[in-house]
């Protein structure tokens, strides 16, 4: 069964052959992102159109700049201000055990996965409304003891946690496996954190 019209598929082909953004086309038609996608990511765009195209690519990487260049103002503004050692704290703690690519950090250990999350609250004003906990046990654990203690130690609510169970038949090193903590839409966050890390480096 088709979900979209015919019509409108060949919309987003010409829309696209005409330079049109994957945004640009989702804005217009109200269709999903991975719909657009699917139809025109082989789409060449046609020669008159190539200008357009190419400008507006330019401004996304001029957006991306701009962005960096925020992150590494307010890297700067933190370990110029009081701050500084809370700054290195969460710049030393992510890059040991953050995500390098998503805003991501995971531990086995509740006081760290706690200093982590004060830091982010203290140093980044990041409200735990957009933070996502994820907890990882293994088979053989108390699912239940194991998100009593990382809804305890991250003062995030249970029903907001997303469980993972790892198989295999091992409890692993861990008494109540591991949490991750991740920043919702966390491109920003991830950017000043890697700034401070830039920094710190710098520095040494």
């Known amino acids: ?16 052959k005409n330079g049109a953004s994957i945004n640009e086309i989702v804005s217009a038609l109200s269709v999903p992102k991975t719909t657009v996608w699917h139809h025109c990511h082989e789409i060449k765009i046609l020669p008159r159109y190539i200008q357009l195209w190419n400008s507006k690519r330019g401004g996304s990487t001029k957006r991306k700049q701009k962005s960096w260049e925020n992150a590494r103002i307010i890297a700067q503004q933190l370990l110029s201000g009081p701050k500084r050692e809370s700054a290195i704290m969460l710049a030393m703690l992510y890059w040991s055990e953050g995500n390098k690519k998503v805003c991501e950090f995971i531990n086995s250990d509740g006081k760290m996965i706690n200093l982590y999350l004060n830091l982010l609250t203290e140093l980044l004003d990041i409200n735990k409304e957009i933070i996502k906990p994820t907890m990882r046990i293994f088979s053989g654990m108390d699912e239940q003891e194991c998100l009593n203690y990382w809804s305890h130690i991250t003062k995030i609510s249970k029903p907001k946690f997303v469980i993972r169970l790892n198989d295999g038949g091992t409890r692993g090193k861990t008494k109540y496996g591991m949490c991750r903590i991740t920043v919702k839409k966390g491109a920003k966050t991830l950017k000043i954190i890697q700034s401070l890390i830039g920094r710190i480096c710098e520095e040494g």
């Open 1 to 16: 069964m088709r979900i979209h019209s015919k019509e409108k598929i060949e919309k987003i082909k010409e829309l696209r």
